[in-house]
C-alpha cells in the first residue's frame, strides 16, 4: 500500500512541476518528484532504478539554474557506470531514458527541454513494465500527455507574442 501512496505522491508531484513556465522551475520540481520516485523503486526492490533516480535529483538541481556541460558529463559518466555494473534490463533502460533527460536539461529552450523529457518519460515507461510498477506506467503516460500539452500551450503563447510584436 505504501508504495502505491509513494507512486502516486510523485506523479501528482511531476504533474505541477510540468506547470512550470520555466525551465529553472521545472527542473526543480521535477528533482522532487524523482527523489519520490527513487523512494517508490526502492520498495519494489528496484535498487539500480532508484540509485540512477538519486543521479537525477543531483543533475537536475544541479543545472536548474543554467546549463553546465561539466554536470551533465558526469551525470553521463554516472549512468554509463550504473548501466555497465547493472546489466539488468531495468538498469540500462533507465540508463538510456535518464540520458535524455540530462540531454533535455542542457536545453536552454523549454520546449526543447520537454521535447527530450518525452523520450525520457518513454523509457521510464518500458522499465515501469519491467519491474511490474504500474502507477510508474501510468505517469509516465499522463507526464507524455502532460508535456505534450505543454507544449502545445508553449508554442501558442509564442506565436500569440511574436503576433503581437509585429503589429
Not at 64 to 70: F, G, L, T, V, Y
Amino acid at each position: 500500500m505504501m508504495v502505491w501512496v509513494v507512486g502516486i505522491a510523485a506523479c501528482l508531484t511531476q504533474m505541477v512541476a510540468l506547470q512550470s513556465h520555466t525551465r529553472a522551475g521545472l527542473l526543480r520540481a521535477v528533482s522532487i518528484a524523482l527523489g519520490l520516485w527513487s523512494i517508490h523503486f526502492a520498495m519494489l526492490e528496484a535498487y539500480e532504478t532508484s540509485a540512477i533516480l538519486l543521479v537525477g535529483v543531483a543533475y537536475n538541481l544541479g543545472v536548474a539554474a543554467r546549463p553546465r556541460r561539466w554536470v551533465a558529463a558526469l551525470a553521463m559518466c554516472l549512468y554509463l557506470a550504473g548501466a555497465l555494473v547493472a546489466m539488468s534490463p531495468s538498469g540500462w533502460v533507465v540508463a538510456v531514458g535518464s540520458t535524455f533527460f540530462v540531454v533535455g536539461g542542457l536545453m536552454k529552450d523549454v520546449i526543447w527541454v520537454r521535447s527530450f523529457f518525452l523520450a525520457g518519460h518513454a523509457s521510464f515507461g518500458v522499465n515501469g513494465v519491467i519491474v511490474g510498477s504500474w502507477v510508474a506506467v501510468a505517469n509516465e503516460t499522463l507526464m507524455s500527455a502532460a508535456n505534450l500539452r505543454a507544449m502545445h500551450r508553449d508554442r501558442k503563447r509564442r506565436r500569440m507574442q511574436a503576433a503581437a510584436a509585429s503589429r
